[in-house]
């Protein structure tokens, strides 16, 4: 065997300790490959040293959600050693799948809007996704029952679309094609900030973001933006409902976020066969052929700092060292159990306590004899009173009389969720995150009762009467068993003072060698964005180690399915 290198002591002593084949290398000073660092030759095969020393350098992730998964995959790709910490016993964290009595429901994440960036880093990574995931574009995208009356079929076919706004309200026609003008020049604009890091105030004032004031107008809230295009309330409702994706009230989410209505139409919404569960399983099985070692039921419950590097985590079971640390977390919650106020100079507890956080979810799970065969796939239900709903979840931290709600009929179109002759039935009501006001062990029983009359609403008719199966998840479960601070299920709430270089960054401010990934972080909640997140933090951890993160933006060609991969 024989070991070409320039004379470098530190790399040597490196390389020496790294060289683990039980062989005593040779090593030769200089005569290098001009176009690498250093090369290895070594029984015939040829390394760049560079790259042996890279995956040699450890990272850790803490949780198993859909960010840290991808970012795990994109790690593992460039060849670092990758850990992932998972304290519950599956992955996807709020993207998993749920299994009981022969239903399948999925935790949170029902749509799957823009696959585009998880398609990429798929192809990043040698896989094709759309041969792992089977995809369904769904056509009505989802129902709106408006609780003032009338009711809008959602159709990403843009013809389909005007004559269901004709029937609403004719003048809104045009408007509808104003609004998707705008807002295609608006997300164009505006998608190369999207995926790129915000450290700091000089990059929310380059020329060119400051170009798209304009276009964007963040001091207006989505309604209000969509009062510019539609004259008839329930459609400016119908643009503008989507901030509740990021748990926000679209009448504060800043009119930026008016490109979520956009991304639906303009590129649909899908559902992924088996639910968005079956994503994040894909995701753990492709990190897991790249060489990620993924540990559930092992959480991370201390982090050990040299001042305030972190050098390595503690978990339930054991010491693992590393290089880099990604915390997938909730932020909040992991910054007070995980990191210690002192070490925090910008995220103080003060600062934690101060922040805006998203509102949480009442959820019911249902496993139901039969079918809703006349019901759409989603139906989103819009209180006649919506200002106040959101008023009392967001101001008041009350329960609504008239709450809004989110259904799921998945089994309409997915027959994998439920076994022969039966159907789930996922409802999703918006309410306050935990607060003193809300005693949910004194409201469960009565909310329940109101969320059966409200889905009847839906058309979900004697439905108490055909559950076989039924769970419930209160804002306490949110906070106590998944661990998301004050039970928000959409982390930090998207106001203009916690996003881009304000929201908690991706390169962390607070310590050294620690990256956030996911909802809590920029760009902000919602699949797309946590998957961008991830091509963020990954490409400035590989820059920060000396590696190129070039791979992560690949031409998508044919690619190989899992199986085929040895
Ligand atoms: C009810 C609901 C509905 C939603 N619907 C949609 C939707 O339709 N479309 C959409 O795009 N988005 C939706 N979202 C928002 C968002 O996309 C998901 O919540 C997403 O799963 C967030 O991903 P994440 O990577 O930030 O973290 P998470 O999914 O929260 O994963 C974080 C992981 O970290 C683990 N963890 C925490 N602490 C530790 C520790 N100390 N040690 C080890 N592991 C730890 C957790 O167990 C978890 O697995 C929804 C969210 C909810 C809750």
Redesign the pocket.
């Known amino acids: 065997m024989c070991i070409s290198m320039r004379q470098d002591d530190g790399l040597r002593k490196k390389f020496r300790s790294l060289f683990l084949l039980g062989k005593k290398p040779v090593i030769h000073e200089s005569k290098v490959n001009r176009n690498a660092n250093f090369v290895v030759l070594a029984n015939e095969y040829e390394f760049h040293l560079h790259q042996i020393v890279v995956m040699n350098k450890k990272v850790c992730i803490?949780?198993?959600?859909?960010?840290?998964l991808a970012c795990a995959m994109l790690l593992a790709k460039a060849g670092l050693q990758v850990t992932i910490?998972?304290?519950?016993p599956g992955v996807?964290?709020?993207?998993s799948s749920y299994r009981s009595d022969g239903f399948t429901f999925d935790v949170?994440?029902?749509?799957?809007?823009y696959p585009s960036v998880l398609r990429e880093i798929f192809a990043a990574c040698g896989f094709d996704l759309d041969r792992e995931v089977s995809f369904m574009k769904l056509d009505p995208q989802y129902e709106l029952i408006f609780g003032g009356g009338g009711r809008l079929a959602a159709s990403p076919d843009f013809n389909r679309m005007e004559e269901a706004i004709r029937r609403l309200s004719p003048p809104d026609v045009q408007g509808f094609r104003r609004f998707y003008e705008d807002n295609r020049r608006k997300l164009t604009g505006f998608a190369p900030f999207l995926s790129s890091p915000f450290l700091g105030w000089s990059d929310l004032l380059r020329k060119d973001m400051l170009k798209l004031l304009p276009l964007l107008r963040p001091w207006r809230s989505v309604h209000s933006d969509m009062s510019r295009y539609f004259e008839d309330p329930r459609l400016r409702l119908a643009f503008s409902f989507q901030s509740k994706?990021l748990g926000m009230s679209p009448f504060r989410c800043p009119s930026l976020f008016s490109i979520l209505s956009f991304l639906e139409y303009e590129y649909g919404v899908f559902h992924p066969i088996g639910g968005c569960g079956a994503v994040t399983a894909t995701m753990a099985q492709i990190a897991t052929k790249l060489g990620v070692d993924i540990r559930t039921n092992?959480?991370?419950?201390e982090l050990a700092f040299a001042g305030n590097k972190c050098e390595g985590v503690y978990t339930n079971e054991r010491f693992y060292e590393c290089d880099a640390l990604v915390i997938?977390?909730?932020f909040a919650?992991?910054m007070h159990?995980?990191v210690p106020e002192k070490l925090r100079g910008r995220w103080s507890n003060r600062k934690l306590a101060k922040a805006r956080y998203s509102c949480s979810?009442f959820?019911m799970y249902l496993g139901i004899r039969g079918r809703y065969d006349d019901i759409a796939h989603h139906s989103v239900y819009i209180s006649g009173n919506y200002e106040e709903n959101l008023l009392d979840i967001e101001r008041r931290h009350t329960l609504s009389k008239d709450p809004s709600f989110y259904v799921q009929n998945a089994c309409v179109t997915d027959g994998t969720l439920a076994p022969e002759g039966m159907s789930t039935v996922y409802a999703?009501f918006p309410v306050s995150h935990q607060h003193e006001n809300i005693d949910w062990e004194r409201e469960k029983g009565g909310f329940r009762q109101l969320a059966l009359q409200q889905l009847a609403k839906a058309g979900f008719k004697n439905l108490e009467s055909r559950i076989v199966y039924e769970k419930i998840v209160t804002p306490r479960e949110?906070d106590t068993q998944?661990?998301l601070h004050l039970g928000s299920?959409?982390?930090l709430a998207h106001s203009l003072s916690q996003m881009l270089h304000l929201r908690p960054r991706n390169r962390f401010e607070d310590l050294e060698s620690v990256y956030l990934?996911?909802?809590?972080t920029h760009p902000g909640?919602?699949?797309?964005v946590?998957f961008e997140s991830s091509r963020i933090s990954s490409r400035l951890l590989l820059q920060d180690l000396g590696m190129s993160p070039e791979f992560i933006h690949p031409k998508v060609d044919t690619l190989p399915m899992i199986a085929e991969v040895a």
């Open positions: 803490v949780g198993a959600g859909p960010g840290g910490l998972e304290r519950l996807g964290g709020r993207t949170g994440p029902t749509f799957f809007l994706y092992e959480g991370v419950e997938n977390a909730d919650r992991a159990r995980l979810t959820m999703l949110w998944f661990e299920t959409f982390s990934v996911g909802g809590g909640s919602g699949l797309p946590i």
